[in-house]
């Protein structure tokens, strides 16, 4: 997979646009093939309209702003944007964790913390339930990239943050094809020392999870037999330990898309997504008990639907007009892209959601 | 141009059955249990089943058990060796013959 410099909007590729990517995912000619909508997909087993089961997780993107230019990234992130969040944006996060419970904060970006006030930010959420979930998802080459980041281990100890790193293969060849020059031999680094302060250690309460995706136009399968080899491997090559493997699947938005169309094997990718579809993983996918806030504090019901600025179809858009009970009886926006989280056993942040009909 | 191999004709491969149902579902029911994981993971499965594709130069399987071992989270040149095994065996299984032919001169020759 070749690696991008630059995100799709620096290079104002007509891809960097939201409607496009639209346009492009319902185009039937660039397909080759019939595809039924995903919609029709859900009457078929009575789920539509999709509705929340509960809020439960609330996932904030504090910006757009990233150390690597990963060529599978669903949020076009890189060095050359500047969307990041502000300090009064959080405090809207903050007033809607004060009264509303979610279990689980799971911090996103780009490159989390580079937002200048992450550290505070994450300070604020741990004073305001010493045993709310967070969960930073760490790119571990941040950790390296600059010394005022090299104590993150400690800092995310301290505020008993949990960890979740991607990392799409055990080898440097296939890490650095999809996340960029050099990215494997520091993530490896990293993964050290979040082990030496004790992450990813038994009875250390300190959880470091990695995220496997896919190193090209194929699925994930068998998440448990990927987190038994890349166990024995990062252990037996580097000494690495860590709890869990989450596989997920490639969503075909943004600059995964771009390649998918660029490597002509975007109507196979879909065509794979479709034949894999299972209704099982339908009924629980991650938009029915997470909401996506994005850098500005506008809502949505995923991280993709984000970064297709599907915003939430009901009143409450903004942060600033938070309304629960409308939150939780709106129905959630679904296209074409949402055939990515129903293929195979299923796939969400927290890797597979369902067992795998075939 | 008309060749005898298609690669979209492995998507047809669940239709054999519209010629004789019975034995077709009879051999995907096998099949699909074959693959599952027992005593051998299903990585290792796919893996001696990418071998055994290039042993019998199969291009549908060799497609097939490519993606299937990517999918399984195998590395390149654990592929590249499945298909060294399969050589060796092939190489091999050639070359042992050789100790007929060795039987068969030994027994003309005076
Ligand atoms: S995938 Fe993650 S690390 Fe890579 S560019 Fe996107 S946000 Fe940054
Ligand atoms: S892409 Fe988003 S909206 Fe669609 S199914 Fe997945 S989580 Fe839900």
């Given amino acids: 997979m070749a690696n991008p410099v630059k995100s799709l909007k620096a290079q104002k590729h007509e891809l960097g646009e939201t409607e496009f990517q639209l346009k492009v995912l319902n185009d039937t000619e660039k397909l080759g093939f019939e595809m039924p909508k995903f919609k029709s997909k859900l009457q078929a087993i009575d789920l539509y309209p999709l509705k929340p089961t509960g809020l439960e997780i609330l996932q904030i993107n504090v910006g757009k702003m990233c150390n690597q230019v990963c060529a599978h990234c669903h949020v076009d992130a890189g060095p050359d944007r500047k969307e990041i969040m502000t300090k009064e944006t959080m405090e809207l996060c903050l007033d809607a964790l004060k009264n509303h419970t979610f279990h689980t904060v799971d911090l996103t970006g780009g490159a989390p913390e580079m937002n200048p006030n992450f550290r505070w930010f994450v300070e604020q959420i741990r004073a305001i339930d010493s045993e709310i979930k967070i969960i930073v998802r760490c790119n571990l080459t941040i950790i390296l990239a600059n010394p005022r980041f090299h104590d993150l281990p400690d800092f995310f100890k301290t505020h008993k943050v949990e960890v979740v790193s991607s990392l799409p293969a055990y080898t440097e060849a296939r890490t650095d094809a999809q996340r960029g020059n050099g990215v494997f031999r520091d993530s490896i680094k990293a993964l050290q020392m979040l082990n030496a302060v004790g992450y990813g250690q038994v009875g250390s309460g300190l959880e470091l999870n990695l995220v496997y995706n896919p190193s090209g136009a194929f699925l994930p399968s068998g998440q448990a037999g990927l987190e038994l080899n890349f166990k024995r491997k990062l252990k037996a090559d580097f000494g690495i330990e860590f709890n869990q493997l989450f596989a997920i699947t490639n969503i075909p938005i943004s600059r995964y898309l771009d390649y998918l169309i660029v490597s002509d094997n975007y109507g196979a990718y879909m065509e794979k997504l479709l034949n894999a579809y299972n209704p099982g993983a339908a009924e629980h996918v991650m938009c029915r008990n997470t909401l996506s806030i994005g850098w500005d504090g506008f809502v949505f019901d995923c991280d993709f639907n984000q970064m297709l600025d599907l915003k939430v179809a009901c009143g409450a858009k903004h942060l600033r007009d938070f309304d629960r009970e409308e939150l939780e009886n709106r129905s959630i926006i679904v296209n074409q892209h949402c055939f990515g989280c129903t293929a195979g056993a299923g796939s969400s942040c927290g890797g597979e959601v369902a067992q795998a009909t075939a | ?110």
């Avoid at chain 2, 097939?64 to 989270?73: C, M, N, V």
């Fill in chain 2, 1 to 110: 141009m008309k060749t005898y191999y298609n690669p979209e004709d492995l998507k047809k491969f669940g239709n054999i059955g519209e010629f004789g149902q019975e034995l077709a579902d009879k051999f995907f029911s096998y099949y699909n249990e074959v693959f599952k994981a027992g005593a051998l993971t299903e990585r290792e499965k796919s893996l001696i089943a990418l071998a055994v594709a290039h042993a019998v130069q199969c291009p549908y399987c060799i497609d097939a058990y490519t993606s299937d071992t990517l999918e399984k989270g195998c590395a390149e040149d654990e592929l590249m060796e499945a298909v060294h095994v399969a050589s060796a065996i092939r190489g091999g299984a050639s070359l042992v013959h050789g100790v007929q032919m060795m039987n068969k001169t030994k027994e003309l020759l005076m």
